[in-house]
């Protein structure tokens, strides 16, 4: 990430659903290079009370090594 310029990291559910390393490499990355949080797209589901909250489908993080 350093050599080539990296400055962005997009995690998205699906792809985290479908491999555990991936999601966990990810968030190794966010966690090495100080990541934030600068957009975030979420979804609507209901929870097993029946009440609505925001799912995360899509987090993109600014990195800086």
Known sequence: MRSA???HVV???FS???SEFYSDT???LVER???RVVHMETV???TS???T???PVIIIYEVRP
């Open 16 to 18: 985290a659903n479908r």
């Open 5 to 7: 310029g990296v400055t």
């Open 53 to 55: 909250t925001e799912k």
């Open 26 to 28: 990810l968030n190794r």
């Open 33 to 35: 290079y100080n990541g």
């Open 44 to 46: 609507p589901v209901k």
């Open 49 to 51: 009370d029946g009440k």
């Open 11 to 13: 995690w998205d559910s």
